[in-house]
């Protein structure tokens, strides 16, 4: 345990490269188009953040940009409940400072990674390190399965990179948050918040029993841009988009 402890303070705000891969599509083919080019998507070369971005590393970006602070986040980027568990604008709590920040918008996400001249990680790209070029799928399956039918706690998640990373190095994929995506509602019709989104869970999917691939659809597709949750957070990456 103290070996993953000491990886999350090392890894904390440094970034991991992925090569250019492909991973399977959730989608079948569409009429008319080749059944071979589409059943894997195709994922330039970038780099992600090893572990989701902590509340510390979030206290540092308000201290900075204080438009993004509690009291002064307009409403129409972030609703009543951002960053709720928060003591005061700059008091995140003594507890969970390692933890993943959560209770923040698609929008604030945003800004954090564009005050580091980076982004949100694209859906395709979340999931192409999350499929882990089929490493260990059952186990990631599992895991993940384990996770979402598990009761939110009221408590802040445990600290980030306290488990094993998995095979390009990224801690923390299925188990502390959800993240947000650049994006996260693309499958939906643009609402004018965002560009953003991968998709419903719908007929046509390559895999039906793919029940993780729903689940994270089902939430996603569930989200506007404004929304916080407990167990919503997000990390940054570099690289094409």
């Given amino acids: 345990m103290r070996k993953w402890l000491w990886a999350a303070a090392v890894f904390s ?14 989608y079948r083919p569409k009429p008319k188009e080749s059944s071979r080019s589409e059943r894997k998507t195709q994922v ?20 900075h940009y204080p438009e993004w602070r509690r009291s002064r986040a ?3 980027f972030v609703d009543s409940h ?12 003594r507890e969970g400072r390692a ?19 980076e982004a949100l990680p694209s859906t395709d790209q979340w999931e192409y390190v999350a499929f882990d070029q089929g490493r ?5 399956t599992k895991e993940a399965l384990d996770w979402y039918g598990t009761p939110q706690s009221s408590k802040p998640p445990p600290a980030v990179g306290c488990k094993k990373p998995n095979g390009f190095g990224v801690f923390d994929l299925f188990g ?66």
């Avoid at 698609?106 to 001249?117: G, I, L, M, Q, T």
């Avoid at 260990?136 to 990631?140: D, G, H, L």
Wanted: with cysteine; hydrophobic share 35%.
């Fill in 99 to 117: 933890s993943p920040i959560a209770w923040v918008s698609w929008f604030a996400a945003k800004a954090y990674c564009e005050s580091k001249h």
């Fill in 176 to 241: 502390l948050v959800w993240e947000w995506t650049s994006d996260f509602n693309s499958a939906i019709v643009d609402d004018g918040e965002s560009n953003a989104f991968c998709g419903n869970a719908s007929v046509g999917v390559v895999d039906p029993s793919d029940y993780v691939g729903f689940m994270r659809r089902s939430f996603r597709s569930s989200l506007k841009a404004k929304y916080t949750a407990g167990s919503l957070g997000f990390r940054c990456v570099k690289g094409k988009q």
């Fill in 13 to 26: 705000s440094q970034m991991v490269h992925v090569p250019t891969g492909s991973y399977p599509s959730f």
């Fill in 136 to 140: 260990s799928k059952e186990q990631i």
């Fill in 44 to 63: 330039e070369a970038f780099s992600i953040d090893r572990t989701p971005v902590t509340r510390a590393e979030f206290l540092s970006f308000v201290k």
């Fill in 74 to 76: 307009k409403s129409l």
């Fill in 82 to 93: 951002y960053l709720k568990d928060w003591r005061s604008d700059l008091d995140p709590g």
